[in-house]
């Protein structure tokens, strides 16, 4: 008889102890030229993530030209005054590195990811960019041609199209913010070098400028770096810009982008809130997570779970522009997709949700889980160099302190059911929000009208 051989297994290995955690916290200075710096040491991410922040918003494209912002910035990475396009792009890739860029109503960001051991050329390509970027007309040109080529099929997308339609409702004509944030047809066609040239010259300087930098900086000096290529970067100091504040009209109302035989509905519910400014925001965050956050919020709940209308819906909060002194605003949604025959009884059932849930309030079960994933698993979110610089690039637009994002997971903890109820209650109060159907007219139009939950007004799908 064969003995049978014996295994002998090694012991299982045993979690260690927990370790406190908490975002990192950057050290802040200031270039010769006025540049801001804010620089992150993270030891072992050899990609390092490198944000600038321009002074450059959207408020500020000159009157029918909008869409300037946004050609001015793809237009960095489109050759200098050292390299062609072609050429800037091989040595971006020569280098292993790459460079994003776009607008927003906050201002201009540039991005680029590059290994430690090549930081000093990716810095100094982006450098170049900044300093003498050459906008040379036939770049131009085809930029506004692709801008262009994309209008329509943004138009085409029912999510694209419903944001387009809300941002129209909610804000004033006057206003930037009611229109499309890359432009549209008519603005972009406007476009050209000298355009771009001018609105360079007028925005874009260092005094008005941040760059976050974070990776494993060990054995980098920083500061020589940093003097050699975006100190290099000269312009002249600037002015406070005033900042109109944010206005806008949350009386409840539908609008219907009208899509003949469209088999499902887009659905868009939103209006303004409060910024990060705003003492509120905690709960505010926590609440609307309960919400809709994730597969097991409310929404939901209800209208995925339980009555199978949708893939998904979502709520949640997105910072338009902030400011210390109250000016600022975010957006507070609902956003998702319904069948078309189900568009009204789905409406019904998400005004119930929001009806039930001032009426009860959140449970602490729901508070819990919000706050565990919300801080929980902050540490895994921030894994990356990348989701650092980005994340201090945002609180930079938005005038916040180098330590709020670290503050803001202690106040999520310490949020209570009670005050994140409050919260959500106040940021969607049923009687005022507007909500931007894209879908089938004929179908949805009566079953919608029959909710009462606000006058419904059909528009024509470009």
């Known amino acids: 008889m064969t003995e049978l051989a014996t295994m002998e297994f090694h012991p299982r290995p045993q979690a260690g102890e927990a370790k406190p955690w908490a975002f990192p916290a950057p050290e802040r200075g200031t270039l010769g030229n006025g540049l801001t710096v804010l620089r992150c040491h993270r030891p ?8 600038v922040v321009l002074d450059a918003p959207l408020d500020a494209e000159p009157e ?11 237009a960095f ?3 200098t ?10 040595e971006l890739e020569r280098c292993g590195a790459t460079l994003d860029a776009h607008a927003d109503h906050p201002g201009v960001r540039l991005s680029l990811e590059v290994p430690a051991s090549r930081l000093a050329k990716g810095l100094g390509l982006v450098a170049d960019a900044l300093r003498a970027p050459a906008f040379a007309d036939s770049e131009i040109e085809r930029l506004v041609r692709n801008r262009l080529d994309e209008i329509p099929h943004e138009l085409a997308n029912p999510s694209r199209r419903a944001a387009k339609e809300l941002a129209k409702e909610l804000f004033p004509a006057s206003a930037r913010m009611s229109r499309p944030r890359q432009g549209t047809e008519e603005t972009v066609a406007r476009i050209d070098s000298a355009a771009v040239r001018g609105f360079y010259e007028k925005h874009v300087r260092p005094a008005t400028a941040t760059a ?11 500061d020589a ?16 810009r005033p900042v109109p504040p944010v206005v806008a009209d949350d009386t409840g109302r539908v609008v219907i982008v009208d899509r003949p035989g469209a088999v499902q509905t887009q659905l868009l519910i939103g209006r303004t809130g409060p910024d990060r400014h705003d003492r509120v925001w905690p709960a505010q965050v926590l609440g609307t997570y309960c919400l809709g956050g994730t597969l097991t919020s409310r929404l939901d709940r209800v209208l995925r779970e339980e009555k199978g209308y949708t893939y998904g819906v979502r709520a949640f909060g997105q910072v338009l522009r902030s400011a210390p002194d109250g000016t600022g605003a975010s957006m507070l949604a609902v956003s998702g997709s319904v069948d078309t025959p189900n568009t009204g009884p789905a409406l019904d059932d998400l005004w119930t949700v929001l009806r039930t849930l001032a009426a009860e309030g959140l449970t602490d079960e729901e508070r819990d889980v919000a706050v565990q994933n919300l801080v929980g698993v902050a540490p895994l979110k921030y894994e990356t160099a990348a989701a650092v610089a980005s994340t201090l690039a945002d609180q930079v637009e938005q005038h916040l302190p180098d330590h709020y994002q670290a503050d803001l997971y ?10 994140a109820t409050a919260a959500v209650v106040n940021a969607f109060p049923v009687d005022r929000l507007v909500t931007v159907l894209v879908g089938d007219a004929a179908q949805i139009k009566a079953p919608v009208e029959a909710l009462g939950i606000g006058e419904v007004t059909v528009v024509t799908a470009e």
């Open 44 to 51: 072992g991410q050899q990609v390092v993530a490198v944000e």
């Open 212 to 222: 976050v930098v974070v990776g494993d900086l060990t054995g980098v000096d920083l």
């Open 77 to 79: 990475s489109e050759g």
């Open 64 to 74: 029918d030209l909008d869409g300037v912002a946004t050609i001015m910035a793809r």
């Open 410 to 419: 202690r106040q999520l903890a310490a949020t209570g059911t009670v005050e």
């Open 81 to 90: 005054d050292k390299h062609s396009a072609e050429e800037f792009a091989a």
């Open 225 to 240: 770096l940093l003097a050699d290529t975006l100190g290099a970067w000269t312009g002249s100091q600037a002015q406070p």
